[in-house]
């Protein structure tokens, strides 16, 4: 049985003081949260301080990203072990900013995959695809690529413990969300090649998030579609109550499942 997922990606915003504040909210609000696993991933300077701030909470913290080596001559870069340091246990990769406004390929999103789950963090490996290819009619192409190249290499046994959040370009940050309907759909695509490229069992225990314009008042209806397993949530996780809305749709719904 999958456990919905949310997870709050708070991007390049807040200070320290912020940071701290919505941290600590998220951990107070996160109560009974039952079934459903929560975590906030805020920009790295900060993961120590959050991570103090949801200690003892049901609250886990994750990274915006890694790089793929475990050190050296990499300046401005972080590794896995680095992160475990700061007791993260997830960590965001190939999130559409970083392939398009980075440039990052699936060639670079595969060996941070790779490298993140030796070290024993648990990888959101973000795909999706953008207008003009949803309108092109090629999304599930676009998918299937970022999918085999993303995680190419990764056995069954590891694929258990990968995250993958299906994220549609034109949705995030643009207030304009897939319908229950399209997500459910790409969802559904998803989970067929997982099976076909590993096996059905281990495609049936593979949670996927949705992300992309996810609030407080959307959220129910796209977790309740059966593959939908959670949300990677950008701009609605800056807000406490809104974040925690989010994560009370998923405990709604997980009683049911
Ligand atoms: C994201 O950052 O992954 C995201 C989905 O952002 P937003 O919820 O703001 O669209």
């Given at each position: 049985m999958r456990r919905f997922f949310i997870a709050g990606n708070w991007k390049m915003n807040l200070d320290r003081a912020g940071a701290v504040a919505l941290a600590s909210a998220v951990a107070k609000g996160?109560?009974?949260?039952?079934?459903v696993d929560v975590a906030v991933c805020p920009p790295s300077v900060y993961l120590d301080a959050v991570a103090q701030a949801v200690r003892g909470s049901a609250v886990c913290v994750g990274a915006q990203n890694m790089y793929s080596?475990?050190?050296?001559?990499?300046?401005?870069e972080l590794s896995a072990a680095m992160l475990l340091d700061l007791r993260c246990k997830y960590v965001i990769l190939g999130h559409s900013e970083r392939r398009h406004?980075?440039?990052?390929s699936d060639t670079l999103v595969n060996k941070k995959t790779h490298a993140a789950l030796a070290a024993g963090l648990v990888p959101i490996v973000c795909v999706g695809e953008k207008l003009e290819e949803r309108e092109a009619g090629r999304t599930a192409d676009v998918i299937r690529t970022q999918v085999d190249g993303s995680l190419a290499g990764i056995s069954a046994d590891q694929l258990r413990r990968v995250v993958i959040a299906y994220e549609p370009v034109w949705a995030i940050g643009t207030g304009k969300t897939a319908t229950p309907a399209q997500a459910e759909e790409v969802h559904v695509d998803l989970r067929k090649l997982l099976a076909a490229r590993y096996n059905a069992d281990v495609a049936e225990g593979v949670v996927i998030q949705y992300g992309g314009s996810v609030n407080a008042k959307n959220a129910a209806e796209l977790l309740a579609?059966?593959?939908?397993?959670?949300a990677l949530v950008g701009g609605a996780s800056l807000k406490a109550d809104d974040f925690l809305a989010i994560i009370q749709a998923g405990v709604e719904l997980a009683c049911g499942r």
């Open positions: 996160a109560v009974e949260v039952g079934a080596e475990p050190s050296g001559a990499f300046t401005g406004i980075l440039g990052e579609q059966p593959d939908v397993d959670g």
